[in-house]
């Protein structure tokens, strides 16, 4: 599977990925992928408990070091190549989701929660690139972009009101910030998740200027 391009992403991280550049393209797409991974395993779920064991299994792999871990899933195998010395950050993406199966309605701090996890997953990977300064400020747009992405995946009306409401509230209490060009990708995502915040709507790419906003962030960051 070539993680510079993994099929099957969603279309805001498919677009944010190519502005991804070297070998930070690569790390980014798997760790959409793994993202994406754990979604449909999620959504699939009809038994909670079901869904806690396959992700207590990725928590469990990813805390064994790389030589130790099962072979043959192409993305397991990525995160060995491509995020060693990180698999603390992916473990809290495993917990983030796993925020998710909690009985409904959704509680904000499962919300929260799951907003963290996967957004401690980027800060990790700030830190992989380098980029120690900006950890904080990709953790940041992270869980901005993880409440809306959440927000737009949600059906009931109760839990959609309320993760409305704290996606608008992170994007209120915040400026825009400005993140260095190997995490591009998480800038088109942060900045696609204020405009849609700011209108109320969780769909980041329902008309032409959320394409041009794209464009905008790809190339400028901000």
């Known amino acids: ?34 993202d994406a991974r754990l979604s449909q395993l999620v959504a699939q779920a009809n038994e909670p408990i079901l869904a806690q064991i396959r992700l207590a299994w990725w928590r469990d792999e990813l805390g064994k070091p790389v030589s130790q871990r099962a072979r043959g899933d192409p993305i397991l195998d990525a995160l060995g190549q491509h ?16 925020e998710l199966l909690a009985e409904p309605p959704l509680p904000d701090t499962s919300a929260m929660a799951f907003a963290d996890g996967r957004a401690r997953a980027f800060a990790g ?74 209108r109320g709507d969780p769909e980041m790419l329902g008309s032409r200027q959320a394409m041009l906003a794209v464009l905008r962030l790809g190339m400028f960051g901000r």
């Open 1 to 34: 599977m070539d993680f510079k391009d993994p099929p099957d992403l969603p279309l805001p991280q498919r677009l944010a990925l190519g502005y991804g550049a070297g070998a930070a393209r690569a790390m980014f797409g798997v760790l959409f992928a793994f």
């Open 83 to 98: 995020w060693t010395g990180a698999e603390a950050a992916l473990q809290n993406l495993v917990s983030g989701w796993e």
């Open 125 to 198: 990977l700030a830190g992989l690139l380098g980029e120690q300064a900006a950890i904080g400020v990709a953790r940041e747009a992270a869980q901005r972009w993880a409440l809306v992405d959440l927000w737009g995946k949600l059906s009931t009306p109760e839990e959609r009101e309320l993760v409305a409401g704290l996606a608008s509230q992170h994007v209120a209490h915040s400026s825009p910030v400005r993140l260095p060009r190997s995490m591009r990708p998480l800038a088109v995502l942060d900045g696609l998740a204020r405009r849609a915040a700011k």
